[in-house]
DNA sequence: GACCGCTTGTGAAAACTATCACAAAAGCCC
DNA sequence: GGGCTTTTGTGATAGTTTTCACAAGCGGTC
């Protein structure tokens, strides 16, 4: 069978989309143009047409598509009609931030795992999660089936921390701390850097985005 | 004079790029190629001379580029080699990790205000900055000359935050709700969103990067 | 059932980004 | 100073992503 790439963005677009998506069925809406989508997004409608386009075709000529069925379309193709078990390495502010956060669970993920090294705060409970000594993190990943890690230690403890997650047989990590970390090419790593936002920032205030040319 | 346009990615790479520089800086090494950059950075050589050749040059051929130098160039394209006053609009955990984050201040981000909605929270302090009522975000903006905002607050909140960040003067805004906030053209807006990263690691574990071709 | 207004799905074109590959330095050694 | 090695800077090339533009399909109306 032939398969096609799907560029991060579009990807990134697709969740995107979800979330519009969501709040339009609550809203009791029926059908949605990519013109009315990609308003709201703020992209074209040609895009979302597209990115669309490569999964299927799910609209109606001349009436747009149907809200549900689309909405839940688009949670099957980004993998969000299973449950994720995911666990947190860190337990600092970060990770309590994530933790707390919402938009996880909503979205199918369950953080069934906090791991520190810091004795005063393993044994505490963030809800109803106990934080292990990441000395057991293979014991208690390969137990509660952990699927993806979240790494929120500080830059010096990553490299390792993700060792340690790859041997126990993570296959995807968030990557929070500050430095390049690698894995092996099966295991997807992704990361986010907060500083590097900010940055992006500064530069753009400096330079409103463009740079005078060299030659 | 003409301009050229400096993409996004070109700007997250020099990032990238200045984190290395400065661990190599710390480390005494003089020089560095194109070549070691890239492989520390997990990117190609050309990639690396490409993208500072945008700016000038300032390698050697032979040798490589000299490290202080080019760690001081790319501090002052990324436009860090000022102090950005910021402030933090939402005092809850997320908001807290920001806060506490050395990376911050480090690269020249001063955390000069921080705003909340929350009678509980108004008053207290974290480090030397204390919490004030979101009512008064425009005269403690203007009076701090804040240049930046960080909204961390509720989805519901982000749309009127943003509104009121603008009015008061702000030039850039970075957006962890997860919804699409309008600014207008000339104020500079990043979203993060922490749910779409754990997204993209979900379907890249379903489809492994790749779905069937539709036709 | 023929026309009309609207909207999709999609090839083709345009814009953008990354990689290649090599001539042109620069240092070094004899 | 000539030859050798290394590495930059950069046109040319290849690849990827976005936008354009329009035929085809759908529902409604007369």
Known sequence: MAFRRISDSAVRRLSHYLRLLESFEAAGQRTISSDDLAARGGMTSAQVRKDLSHFG???K???GYPVPVLRARITEILGLDKR????LVGAGKLGA????YGGFRRQGFDIVAIFDNDSTRIGRRW???RIDDVADLPAVVRARRVEMGVIVTPAEAAQEVADDLVRA???AILNFAPR???????VILRDVNLAIELET???ALTHKGRIPTTR
Chains 1, 2 share one sequence.
């Open 57 to 59: 075709s799910f609209g």
């Open 61 to 63: 000529r001349g009436l």
């Open 84 to 87: 994720w078990n995911v666990c």
């Open 97 to 100: 931030a994530l933790h707390q």
């Open 127 to 129: 809800g109803d999660v």
């Open 169 to 171: 047989g993570v296959e």
């Open 180 to 186: 390049k970390v690698d894995v092996p090419d099966e």
């Open 201 to 203: 920032l500064s530069f």
